[in-house]
């Protein structure tokens, strides 16, 4: 089916319909939110806009910009129902009631164009029962597209088709939601609770009932049950707080009454403690207090804990559990859940972990193949929609399928039959590698098939072990994308950059210069692009008196971005997650930046009083003062010398790389990519575009520097700041740095300046900083808490 969608109805502007239309709208679609009428009143958008206000102050934000929703019209199901005929997609997210929905499917259809992909964000109601009645031309371009909460920020889609669906619009849907929306696509069946809820609410419920049967505490459990086994920080009891009691036990719920066949109700069945927890309305985050409840104590924000038997929340202990800590020693997850097993006859918290993972591993077997064909899609669905490292099968592979299974049926845990099956076959797991494909073991097919690929994800893992990592060290590495283009990886913690990065950023250059080369990507597969420099390196240095060495290494990291500015080929980044001082820096001198959606941009180094010396203040002036100067060169300076000032001396950091685009980090020829996952392949692309008859920027005076007036102005500005509070002394000192790197230093006329000049001023300025105890202070206090320090 050739389809393209540009403009998306959604139908309801509850907390999900609106979220869903925010996101449409972060990706850049034309969108129409549209709600009932309310039966009195004259504004007929009333509910419409409600739902929408709510929307634009949900935190986490929905939108990744406010602009986004300038892109979102509101309407009503009276009157601008009609607006469904130039919809290329139509997704419905009313109330959760069947005829309600069946009613409004019936309106669509008689309005909607031929080729509209018509879609439910139902989470439990059957699809082809809302699709009853509908025509066969409906029914065929009918399916399910189920978001997690929140939609911007969890990757999974759930693409529910039903018999009738044509298999041209599931894959439609599911290229659309990955390339365009940046989400994770599974092929789930119409079943209860799809796949992600269905299998979340068997071990949510399961090991919340353990726990209260067996005497675990709140807080221990949370301690065991988070990143220690690879799942997030939520854990298990503030993850029912996150998402709010009510909603998980109600899914619970309906998932009993829905699939009575279902031979595992008793272990979903809410504990009677958590009805309790209802009836007082400790319902988590959204009533404010639920298994924790946030206090202030002392100055400070304290988490108090449930008492589940006195229901009063009383002070966190923060208990220590020995094991956690021994399994945290033993290496990666596979590593440290085989630990845990093997202690569990021994040892209380690990005997939790094997009494709840077992029997959720053991529950998705069993519900395969009945909510999905493909292991893949299974695990997916809790990797993507909750966080989990790895999915059940997965995690069942780590602990060796075979053995693990002995120990299921040992405690009288049912295995499926197909497990059994696969292991008599002699299949030792449910995924292996064969040449360079990963295979999945099929229940249907009782074969091993190629695991499904994207073929816009481009995997550096996958291209070290095919033999293309060109050059390594222990900070970062030079790989072979293909077609010409060299990748320079950074791999350390955070991806911070030290000595070893910029050593490797040399070398990148230099091959830069052999003609086999078309252009650079910077990039790597780490969750953040880089968090800066390396903090500890400095610190370490400059406690050790080697001030001059410190010199030297800006001076590098100056000389090395420069080298990336003028190249003689295109050099592209890649960013996403945090892209911090020293990481936005890379990215400031690059020719072009295709950014993850997700992408938290700013100059932070006022944090630990310091600015920014790898070209950042330099790279601001050139972009937010000389840009617009050099077009309207009569224009007054010292609105944009203030932009960029504020920038630095607060330390803004992006939400978005939307967001991003609007602070000046990133220029109109940027490129926006929701999904992370393509980043390198779009980065790729990109340098081959521009790899064609590429000329690198001249050198020159291209920066203005404003001068004295300028500067004077913005020092009365820190000056007003600290009358009113609102800044530190030192703030001031840091900030003053910044105003004379802006604007030129001691010039007392404006001028235009070359870049190097501007570069000299902040090495100076860096270099100054560094001698004073208040700086060391604050790096000191970022290093050991991770948090800025205003002294």
């Known amino acids: 089916m050739t389809h393209r969608i540009r403009r998306v109805v959604v139908l309801g502007a509850g907390t999900m319909g609106a979220a869903i239309a925010a996101h449409c709208a972060n990706a850049g679609l034309e969108v129409d939110l549209l709600d009932i009428a309310p039966d009195d009143g004259e504004d007929e958008n009333a509910v419409v806009r409600a739902g929408f206000d709510r929307m634009k102050k949900a935190r986490p934000a929905a939108l990744m910009s406010e602009r986004a929703a300038d892109r979102i019209s509101l309407g009503n199901f009276d009157d601008d129902l009609e607006r469904v005929a130039e919809a290329d997609w139509v997704l419905e997210a009313i109330l959760e009631r069947l005829e309600p929905k069946r009613e409004l499917m019936q309106r669509v259809e008689g309005i909607a164009k031929e080729n509209a992909i018509i879609s439910s964000n139902t989470s439990g109601i059957p699809l082809h029962e809302i699709a009853a009645g509908r025509s066969e031309k409906f029914r065929r371009r009918f399916l399910g597209t189920h978001f997690f909460n929140p939609p911007r920020y969890l990757k999974l889609l759930e693409i529910i088709p039903t018999e009738d669906t044509d298999p041209g619009v599931i894959e439609l849907v599911r290229d659309f939601g990955e390339r365009v929306l940046g989400k994770g696509g599974v092929i789930a069946k119409d079943t209860p609770n799809f796949i992600g809820n269905r ?11 353990y726990a209260l049967e067996n005497g675990y505490g709140i807080e221990e459990v949370d301690v065991i049950t988070g990143p220690l086994i690879g799942h997030p920080r939520t854990a298990t009891f503030r993850l029912n707080d996150q998402v709010g009691l009510d909603i998980a036990v109600g899914v619970a719920e309906n998932l009993i009454e829905a699939a009575p066949e279902d031979e595992s109700l008793e272990e979903m069945k809410p504990h009677p403690r958590l009805k309790k927890m209802l009836e007082k309305n400790l319902l988590g985050n959204k009533t404010g207090a639920g298994f924790y409840k946030r206090d202030k104590r002392d100055g400070k924000t304290v988490f108090d804990v449930l008492n589940l038997e006195t229901f009063e ?7 220590e559990i020995p094991i956690a800590r021994a399994a945290q020693e033993q290496g990666d997850l596979g ?10 006859d021994e040892d209380r918290h690990a005997r939790f972990i094997r009494d709840t993972l077992l029997p959720y591993m053991a529950y998705a077997a069993r519900r395969v193949p009945e909510i999905s064909d493909t292991l893949e899609d299974v695990d997916h669905a809790l990797e993507w929609g909750f966080g989990h490292q790895t999915g059940p099968f997965r995690t069942w592979n780590l602990l060796g399928v075979g053995e693990t299974a002995e120990k299921m049926e040992a405690m009288g845990i049912e295995v499926a039959p197909w497990v059994n099956d696969m292991l008599e076959a002699g299949n030792e797991g449910f995924y292996k590698r064969e040449r360079d494909r990963e295979l999945a073991y099929s229940p249907v097919h009782k074969d091993y098939e190629p695991v499904r690929e994207d073929p816009m994800v481009i995997s550096l893992d996958r291209l070290r072990d095919a033999g293309k990592e060109i050059s390594r060290n222990d900070s970062a590495s030079l790989l072979d994308l293909g077609d010409g283009v060299l990748c320079l990886e950074f791999h350390t913690k955070g991806n911070s950059i030290d000595a070893a990065i910029v050593e490797m950023g040399y070398e990148a ?6 003609e086999d080369w078309a252009g650079l990507v910077i990039g790597n597969g780490g969750r953040n692009f880089s968090v800066g420099a390396n903090l500890g390196e400095v610190a370490r240095a400059a406690s050790d008196g080697k001030l001059d060495e410190i010199g030297e290494r800006v001076a590098a990291l100056q000389d090395l971005l420069m080298g990336f500015r003028f190249a003689p080929k295109p050099v592209v980044a890649a960013p996403r997650g945090q892209t911090l001082g020293g990481g936005l820096e890379v990215c400031l001198h690059a020719d072009r930046v295709v950014a993850a959606g997700e992408t938290y941009m700013g100059l932070v180094e006022a944090g630990v009083g310091l600015i920014p010396a790898g070209g950042g203040t330099k790279e601001l002036a050139r972009r937010l003062v000389s840009g617009p100067l050099g077009i309207t060169p009569d224009a007054t300076p010292l609105p944009f010398v203030q932009k960029a000032f504020e920038i630095i001396a607060m330390a803004r950091t992006s939400s978005s790389a939307l967001e991003a685009q609007e602070l000046g980090f990133l220029d109109e ?10 980043l390198l392949s779009a980065a790729r692309r990109e340098v081959l575009d521009l790899a064609d008859g590429y000329t690198p920027p001249e ?3 291209n920066v203005y520097a404003a001068a004295k007036t300028a500067r004077a102005a913005l020092e009365i500005q820190v000056k007003t700041l600290q009358w009113g509070g609102y800044a530190s002394e030192y703030d001031g000192v840091i900030a003053g740095h910044t105003a004379r790197i802006l604007t030129g230093g001691e010039l007392s006329l404006p001028q235009w300046v070359t870049e190097e000049y501007l570069l000299k001023l902040e090495r100076e300025a860096f270099m100054d900083l560094l001698e004073n105890e208040q700086t060391h202070e604050r790096i000191s206090h970022m290093l050991e808490t991770g948090k800025p320090l205003r002294n």
Do not use: C
């Not at 590593?335 to 569990?344: D, G, P, T």
């Not at 250059?509 to 052999?514: A, M, N, W």
């Not at 020829?669 to 393509?678: F, I, Q, S, Y």
């Open 199 to 209: 299998l979340g609410s068997f071990t949510g419920m399961q090991s919340v009932t």
């Open 313 to 319: 929340h009383e002070p966190a202990q923060n208990p």
């Open 335 to 344: 590593a440290r859940l085989r630990f845990l097993i093997e202690k569990a």
């Open 509 to 514: 250059l230099r091959r830069l210069e052999d």
């Open 669 to 678: 020829d940027d490129r926006v990519v929701m999904n992370a996952d393509h």
């Open 699 to 701: 050198r020159g005076k």
